[in-house]
């Protein structure tokens, strides 16, 4: 499969899902109206900085976001330079955009779990594996760069 497509795969399969399916879904089945349109503007943003992560991880990279195509190289351009997991961030970002757009406590207890479950995953999972892959590089960016902001 052409590289393009599994980055393509695993942004609809990933953050597409996290960020986008369920927290429509929710809303739709709720039948919450649309109560704060402001919160849009962090669905926005968070958008664009969750695409802008993952052209990086594409382009600098050299890999995808999906854990079965990781990037060959560590990422430390674009907004990884100020933070360490600027994707999570992102789709955080969104959630709560998600949960003001609707004024829905639903939607923010949703994204809370997912950052709990995003905070799990990067300590225990993605950090010992690139101390491992990336070793040096990996400890120096580490002295550089917060983890989450």
């Given at each position: ?13 990933l ?27 962090a ?13 990086d ?52 207890l ?40």
């Amino acid at each position: 499969m052409h590289p393009f497509m599994r980055a393509l795969l695993a942004f609809l399969a990933l953050p597409g899902v996290v960020a986008f399916l369920v927290p429509l879904s929710w809303a739709s089945l709720a039948h919450l109206p649309l109560r704060q349109p402001a919160g849009l503007l962090a669905v926005a943003l968070g958008t664009f900085g969750l695409l802008w992560c993952v052209r990086d991880f594409y382009v600098s990279g050299k890999g995808t976001l999906a854990p079965w195509a990781p990037p060959k190289e560590l990422v430390v351009v674009g907004l990884y330079r100020f933070s360490r997991n600027p994707m999570y961030v992102s789709v955080f970002l969104i959630l709560l955009g998600w949960a003001a757009a609707f004024w829905s406590s639903g939607l923010l207890l949703y994204a809370l779990a997912v950052a709990l479950a995003f905070h799990l995953r990067v300590v225990f999972g993605e950090e010992p594996w690139l101390a491992r892959t990336h070793g040096t590089a990996w400890a120096q960016y580490v002295l550089r760069v917060r983890r989450w902001f």
